[in-house]
């Protein structure tokens, strides 16, 4: 069985006990966070497609930890006008594992 879920702007194909890396969530280290905008689901072969969502489904999470991704450079230069501009970003993640889907 697995889902297709919109976790924070990003669809996500999901299944039970599997991690994931997504945006940073405000929650503690252990807590379990729910997240109910499911647009597919598949138990067994049998696809149910939500217009938008599907009603009652959900799915069951809980963060494992915070984390920074790799530091992307992003760097502007204009050629003969000694124009240069570096600048770095890094990512916060958060590492989820999937507890439950309910369907």
Do not use: C
């Amino acid at each position: 069985m697995y889902v297709i879920v919109d976790i924070q702007g990003q669809q996500m194909k999901v299944e039970v006990d599997q991690k994931l890396f997504v945006h940073r969530i405000n929650a503690e280290n252990g807590s379990k966070v729910e997240f109910e905008k499911v647009l597919l689901v598949d138990k067994d072969g049998a696809v149910t497609v939500g217009a938008p969502t599907v009603e009652g489904a959900k799915v069951v999470v809980e963060v494992i930890s915070q984390a920074k991704g790799d530091k992307v450079l992003i760097f502007h230069k204009k050629r003969r006008k000694g124009y240069r501009k570096l600048n770095g970003h890094r990512q916060q993640f958060s590492e989820v594992v999937v507890k439950e889907i309910i369907a």
